[in-house]
């Protein structure tokens, strides 16, 4: 099995930068779609942007596309999970989450529900 554990959430200034770390432990060693979603009060979780842990093309929903990238540490065994966040807006504020599911294939889907593996969350506050 594997387990996730999200840090790197805090509060910033409109324009600011910070970047999430998702740890990932227990059996690395799977090929992973993974991905970092959030969730604002009162709004369904939103994938914000997955990657095929064995490589292949990033997704990004279009409101963070060229703000944000999410990367991983390794290329062949991802232990560490990242997202960094540029040019971050109000809008941004939500709790964000790590999430993983097994997969084969290196098209990763961009549904919450399609995941099963999910970290605790970390939240991310964005002032004007």
């Known amino acids: 099995q594997v387990q996730l554990e999200e840090s790197g959430g805090g509060s910033v200034q409109a324009e600011g930068s910070l970047r999430l770390s998702c740890s990932i432990s227990g059996n690395i060693y799977y090929s992973l779609c993974m991905g970092w979603f959030r969730q604002a009060p009162g709004k369904e979780r939103e994938a914000v942007a997955t990657i095929y842990t064995r490589g292949g093309t990033p997704y990004y929903t279009d409101s963070v596309s060229g703000r944000f990238t999410i990367s991983q540490d390794n290329a062949e065994v991802a232990r560490v999970l990242y997202l960094q966040m540029s040019s971050l807006k109000p809008e941004d504020t939500a709790m964000y989450y790590c999430?993983?599911?097994?997969?084969?294939?290196?098209?990763?889907?961009?549904?919450?529900?399609?995941?099963?593996?999910w970290g605790r969350g970390t939240q991310v506050t964005v002032s004007s």
């Open positions: 999430a993983a599911k097994l997969s084969a294939a290196d098209r990763c889907p961009a549904r919450a529900d399609l995941y099963n593996i």
